[in-house]
């Protein structure tokens, strides 16, 4: 085991950096193919060693891998060995916009490298798993408890850097190789670790690349104001980029690429199943153009409600997330920051590829926008519960692009299922089969839950007669501000039931689960509770006429008149 500590920072080391330290393919390559063709020229050199990503779902068999410069022609590199998988480059635009669907080529060596060793034990581990056929990715190749000696394996080198207030704390890293790092079953002990509670304004951790790690890339605990950018990070077990603390604030963490995560059982439960690209625990930090591949989830914002849920976020853009088992992006248990003058902004975020694209837990004073999300499997944009202030705005949502051999996007939103939300100049594509809905409401909901108002405005449908479902009477109700929904404007789409005046229409395309009726904008609806009905009851004597609102979604024009011996027939 080796550890460098470095105390009071005035540590510089600078190597060479790559100009382009990551690109995708320009076009397909295939199995036994030596040569690729970049997007962009490139200064990598003969005897570099480069990551070929993959561009599958998550849960796929492992598809990145090694190889080798032979030479560089321009933006065509020639590999030493060929290629053990394809790696596809499709095609797909979006109003004059071209979707990332390509693979990414990272460069992996750099000029100086600290290294860790690799135990025999751990090797005999890794063959055991090729024996069985499990690959890396998942929590599928774990140690059996009587394994897990400390001591004897897993344990590489780490860096830990401290700053304190007080002292002078510099620390420049570029250009920097970390292989065969982290410790397994200690927590704490990432390839790199910066702790403390400096702001380190002019620090820096630029063009590094933290690859074979056994616990963890690199984690920041309580330092603020350090700049994190254009550094890859590549077969790491557990979380790759770390906020620990939920104290960091204004740091920079930027044009990073983080590939390959594998779960492992020596860290948190999270990172046995569903290790997350770039892990947050912080949200006053910037988080701006990174991209993650081949991981649990993307971007996990694991915010604690005592302090980090209110605090507001001070950046999230340009961000990708693709190929992950689980989602792109999650926000978790909830998240309520206090801004009182605007709300938060998720801004510019694309994910595919992944079980699901975004899911906010519970929120408030949020607006995701500029979303783009596609090819994803069970849901595109998934607000489990509002509190009010939410919104989705300037999106687009794509059922499949196109490839017969993949399946239709279950949802691309999924509505809350209690409160408000409002969706804003939002398209969705491509939700053309019967397994499949552009709006889904009541995410979560059981029989009798839900009842609440989505509003809309501006919404295109192209190619999705699947427009909005009800998974059950009285789930929702779809206020149509401008009638880009239902061509009448101020209308509202609800579920059909008995009770709806007669100048409501049934449509018939616009819910699978529970038939869709659009009523006028001259109806007011309330949401109700049985509760009060069942103590109505008990006051009125029987043999009494009644005149009463129907549950729940009844309108304020449309009143009932009966018996009460036939009340309990209405509801």
């Not at 700049?227 to 980029?241: A, D, K």
């Not at 059950?472 to 061509?487: K, Q, R, Y």
């Amino acid at each position: 085991m080796r550890v460098l500590k470095i105390h009071e920072v005035h540590s510089v080391k600078e190597g060479w950096i790559p100009k382009v330290a990551f690109t995708r393919l320009k076009s397909s390559a295939h199995v036994n193919d030596t040569r690729l063709v970049l997007q962009e020229r490139v200064d990598w050199q003969p005897g570099d060693e480069i990551m070929v990503g993959r561009t599958g779902f998550g849960d796929a068999q492992q598809q990145e891998e090694m190889a080798v410069i032979e030479f560089v022609n321009d933006t065509e590199l020639y590999l030493r060995s060929p290629l053990r998988y394809s790696h596809n480059v499709g095609e797909a635009w979006v109003n004059g916009q071209s979707l990332p669907l390509s693979a990414v080529v990272a460069l992996i060596s750099r000029r100086v490298v600290v290294q860790g060793n690799v135990t025999m034990e751990r090797m005999s581990h890794l063959r055991q798993c090729v024996k069985a056929g499990v690959t890396r990715g998942g929590s599928r190749c774990l140690y059996k408890r009587s394994e897990r000696q400390l001591g004897s394996r897993d344990l590489g080198a780490i860096v830990v850097v401290e700053a304190f207030q007080g002292e002078v704390s510099r620390l420049r890293l570029e250009g920097v190789q970390f292989r065969h790092v982290g410790q397994e079953f200690r927590q704490h002990r990432s390839a790199l670790t910066v702790a403390g509670n400096a702001w380190m304004a002019d620090s820096y951790i630029r063009g590094c690349c933290i690859l074979d790690s056994f616990g963890q890339g690199l984690r920041l605990t309580g330092i603020s104001n350090l700049s994190v950018e254009s550094n890859v990070f590549y077969n790491i077990s557990g979380h790759g980029l770390l906020l620990g603390e939920g104290l960091e604030e204004g740091n920079r963490v930027s044009n990073n690429i983080v590939i390959g995560l594998s779960g492992t059982d020596g860290l948190s439960n999270i990172e046995t199943l569903s290790p997350a690209g770039i892990y947050i625990r912080a949200p006053a930090n910037n988080i701006k153009g990174n991209t993650v591949c081949a991981a649990g989830y993307g971007y996990f914002f694991h915010l604690s409600p005592e302090g980090p849920s209110k605090i507001p976020l001070l950046s999230f853009s340009e961000n990708v997330a693709h190929s992950c088992t689980r989602y792109g992006l999650l926000v978790y248990p909830e998240y309520l920051p206090d801004s009182p003058n605007r709300p938060v902004q998720f801004n510019n975020f694309t994910a595919w590829s992944s079980q699901g694209g975004a899911q906010i837990f519970s929120s408030s004073n949020l607006e995701l926008q500029h979303f783009w999300i596609y090819a994803c499997k069970d849901f595109g944009i998934d607000i489990v519960e509002s509190l009010g202030n939410t919104s989705v705005a300037d999106s687009v949502l794509i059922g499949h692009i196109g490839q017969k051999d993949r399946t239709c996007m279950s949802a691309g939103l999924k509505t809350p299922k209690r409160y408000q939300l409002f969706i804003s100049n939002t398209a969705f594509r491509n939700f053309d089969a019967n397994t499949c809905t552009g709006i889904r409401t009541c995410s979560g909901c059981y029989q009798g839950q839900g009842g609440f108002i989505v509003s809309a405005e501006r919404l295109t449908f192209i190619n999705s007669p699947f427009q909005v479902s009800f998974p059950f009477p009285h789930s929702a109700i779809l206020e149509d501000l401008d009638g880009s929904v239902t061509g009448q404007k101020g209308s509202h789409l609800l579920p059909s039931t008995d009770i709806l005046a007669v100048s409501c229409t049934a449509i018939a395309n616009f819910s699978q689960a529970s038939g869709g009726s659009v009523c006028g904008s001259d109806l007011v609806f309330h949401r109700g509770y049985k509760l009060a009905f069942v103590e109505l009851r008990i006051q009125l004597k029987v043999g009494t006429d009644v005149q009463s609102e129907i549950n729940g979604q009844a309108p304020d024009s449309q009143r009932f008149s009966g018996r009460i011996a036939n009340f309990a027939k209405i509801f």
